[in-house]
């Protein structure tokens, strides 16, 4: 067995992934097509956590009852730890990604104080299980952040080429986490944060497997789409008045767009402490070798099941 089937093979999805990766429809377009369909398939699967996050947020806007003896802010905090207790017990996430979600509790969490400190949000209901006027339910957000990362990761293999050298990647992030912070006192550099970034990553591209054949993109790029999901996710939690930013206080408004690029520098935090886990790995040899088939002209539908 490969070293990317050993990974693949330790939660429940691994069966199901393989029985879809191992069905073969007809070459040309629907090959093309069943590929695209995986694609969503695995990164719903990959975002379950979040889902189901963004799921408890409004059905407890429109429907918790408003004089429960259980604040809706408590309850959301049990129910975000039982979903992620299940996770782990029905072996749907990996000890790894378990560990991952725990940094970013306490990355989120302390980034959550001190804005929440500085009026930079808040969260407007009550509530007994909190740090402060941050409720515990909040650390969860940033880990279903983390857990997307962490399990797609997984889920389509990824490998980058070429990857910068530490430290630079680590002394990056920590730098953007410092200007989150620092920038309500000191000019704001995230300019230059974002020139770094783009310096440091330019030549970068992100392998994935979703099928048979690798694909790729540029990782700046792959880092956007994901900036775009969690702002339009935001956009959701906001309506549902699990925390308001001070525009939105007398009435729901859309989050500014301007949020994005404030995200774009989360999402590469957030990146950087799941490859502290994973690893940033190249391809190897039988992975180049199949990319280089899957892009020549002469090439031929795969008709043998690979990862």
């Given at each position: 067995?490969?070293?990317?089937?050993t990974i693949r093979d330790h939660t429940r999805f691994a069966r199901v992934r393989q029985r879809l990766e191992e069905y073969t429809p007809a070459p040309g377009w629907p090959a093309w097509l069943y590929?695209?369909?995986?694609i969503g398939f695995k990164q719903g699967w990959a975002c379950l956590f979040g889902v189901l996050m963004l799921a408890l947020l409004l059905t407890t806007h429109l429907f918790y009852p408003a004089n429960a003896a259980l604040a809706r802010y408590d309850f959301l905090t049990l129910a975000a730890l039982a979903i992620q207790l299940a996770m782990l017990g029905f072996r749907l996430e990996?000890?790894?990604?378990a560990k991952v979600i725990c940094a970013f509790h306490v990355v989120g969490t302390v980034m959550e104080l001190f804005k929440t400190s500085a009026g930079s949000w808040l969260y407007p209901e009550p509530s007994l299980l909190r740090i402060g006027d941050v409720p515990l339910f909040s650390g969860f957000m940033y880990a279903a952040v983390g857990s997307y990362i962490a399990r797609v990761w997984r889920i389509c293999d990824f490998r980058f080429e070429p990857y910068?050298?530490?430290p630079w990647p680590q002394l990056l992030a920590v730098a953007i986490y410092v200007n989150f912070f620092a920038h309500h006192w000191l000019p704001d550099v995230r300019l230059a944060l974002f020139a770094l970034l783009g310096l440091l990553f330019w030549r970068t591209r992100i392998y994935f497997t979703v099928w048979r054949k690798p694909r790729w993109m540029p990782l700046l790029l792959g880092w956007f789409l994901v900036?775009?999901?969690i702002w339009f996710a935001e956009n959701l939690g906001t309506f549902a008045r699990a925390w308001t930013?001070?525009?939105q206080t007398e009435a729901w408004s859309p989050v500014s767009p301007a949020k994005l690029g404030a995200w774009y520098l989360l999402m590469y935090i957030s990146f950087v402490l799941v490859a502290a886990v994973h690893g940033p790995r190249a391809r190897d040899?039988?992975?180049s070798k199949l990319y280089a088939s899957s892009t020549s002209p002469q090439r031929r539908p795969a008709t043998t099941s690979g990862t």
């Open positions: 067995m490969s070293a990317s089937e590929e695209f369909a995986l990996t000890l790894n990604e910068p050298k530490a900036a775009l999901f930013y001070p525009d040899a039988a992975q």
